[in-house]
């Protein structure tokens, strides 16, 4: 016996060295890796799943099925080669504005890319800049409407739900012959218009964050008084239509970077979940726009509770369901600046090739950990070569201590589109007059 806890202590210690060297010399790759890791072996793969996630394995709520995926994981090479010709230009300032590092200004001139190519580790502010980075990545998009399934779960079934579209509009990181002018100096606008169940339709939200240190200015639609009400910026951070998830948690990320304090905690390589491991190709329009489409038929990939046997967590993804695959990333935290801001550390694992956030960890202000957040993608690639790389599928909230969870999904629409020009989408959307329309 003490010889098999013996060599099983070494195996472990072997298969962690090795996770290490891989991480820091090569890329691990699927084959490195079993069919499944579950409660039985979660243990010698500890390192590749954040800690939220092996809790849920060891305790055999989840289960991880690592594989391959049929394409290269990345941004367009013009993107690319966008961000390359930005190194050097910005800056970030003491208080968390992006700035230009001629005049020491904020940045309010459009400029296409990510604003740091080169990211380097001793860098003090390397953990601003690779948040701004995430922001630019999904400003490519320029603007987007997409329909949005959100989905209550308790221990056992599907509570309720509410859908709706979700508009975007990207004032800034807009390719060039695109831009859009600005006087407002708007970062970006946003809009929830809830359509679905009749009873709460209407119950809408818009958001503006501005360029400079303003804070944003949020709006809410009460159907039951017919009126528009202005919210304060911290309420990006109530739970939205009483679910597990908060406005400010969009694309795992969405709010005002200068209202929170960024630092880098480290770098790992982690297992992060696809919905399918094939290229799903999707269609180019004239003006610019892709079509959106996913991997699943439905409103959603299928869950635990709609399994039969299954004894793991009711919200937990079927297994087989989801294809894992090891990515590097750094592991930042935030921290609010606002004393009235709902919520205390988060911990984002970031893709250090594409900049997407896989995992967060959300602890409450009194420091007790809450809830862990998972991204569910997919790729998809136009005839263009237009991608959806950061762009998800679905943000599965899990609130460990009220064990419920709330599942944000995406789903096929007539109306969903990414790379919106102008012409489909535009700041006059965004109006009060137009919101009042949308709500009533």
């Avoid at 003490?2 to 060297?21: E, W």
């Avoid at 992006?98 to 940045?107: D, P, Q």
């Avoid at 953990?127 to 989905?151: E, T």
């Avoid at 606008?189 to 501005?210: A, F």
Wanted: aromatic content about 14%; proline content about 6%; some cysteine.
């Amino acid at each position: 016996m003490k010889f098999k806890r013996f060599t099983k202590h070494i195996g472990r210690a072997i298969l962690t060295l090795l996770i290490l060297l891989m991480g820091i010399g090569s890329t691990l790759q699927a084959e490195d890796l079993p069919k499944m890791i579950d409660k039985k072996n979660c243990a010698q793969y500890k390192d590749l799943l954040i800690p939220a996630l092996y809790r849920a394995v060891e305790r055999g709520g989840w289960v991880v099925t690592p594989g391959n995926i049929n394409f290269k994981y990345k941004h367009m090479d013009s993107f690319l080669k966008a961000s390359e010709k930005n190194a050097g230009r910005f800056d970030v300032s003491k208080t968390g504005e992006l700035i230009e590092k001629k005049t020491g200004k904020i940045a309010e001139t459009n400029f296409y890319g990510m604003p740091f190519p080169n990211i380097d580790p001793k860098d003090p502010k390397i953990a601003d800049k690779i948040i701004w980075n995430f922001n630019y990545q999904r400003y490519r998009y320029m603007g987007s409407r997409l329909y949005v399934p959100i989905m209550w779960i308790n221990k056992t079934e599907e509570e309720r739900y509410v859908a709706g579209m979700d508009s975007r509009l990207y004032m800034m990181g807009r390719p060039p012959g695109t831009e859009i002018k600005n006087p407002d100096k708007v970062l970006t606008y946003e809009c929830q218009n809830v359509q679905d169940p009749m009873s709460v339709k209407g119950t809408n939200q818009m958001s503006y964050v501005y360029i400079d240190q303003r804070d944003n200015t949020n709006y809410a639609y009460v159907p039951a008084i017919r009126r528009i009400r202005q919210t304060t910026s911290t309420a990006r951070s109530d739970p939205y239509m009483g679910s597990d998830a908060w406005i400010d948690m969009n694309y795992m990320w969405s709010g005002k970077n200068s209202s929170m304090k960024w630092k880098l905690a480290g770098e790992k390589t982690i297992l992060a979940s696809f919905t399918s491991p094939n290229m799903i190709p999707v269609e180019d329009y004239p003006d610019g726009r892709i079509s959106v489409k996913y991997p699943f038929t439905g409103k959603r990939i299928k869950l635990g509770f709609e399994v039969q046997g299954w004894k793991g967590d009711s919200w937990a993804p079927a297994p087989g369901t989801l294809t894992y695959v090891p990515r590097k990333v750094w592991v930042v935290e935030q921290r609010p600046k606002d004393p009235y801001y709902n919520w205390g550390l988060h911990v984002n694992y970031v893709d250090q090739e594409t900049y997407a956030i896989w995992y967060k960890e959300v602890y409450d202000k009194s420091g007790e950990f809450r809830t862990w957040v998972s991204l569910l993608v997919h790729y998809s690639e136009s005839p263009s070569g237009k991608n959806n790389t950061a762009d998800h599928d679905a943000q599965l909230y899990v609130d460990e201590k009220s064990q419920h969870s709330s599942f944000s999904g995406r789903a096929a629409h007539k109306d969903a589109f990414l790379y919106m020009p102008a012409s489909q989408i535009s700041p006059g959307f965004f109006s009060t007059n137009n919101f009042l329309l949308l709500s009533k």
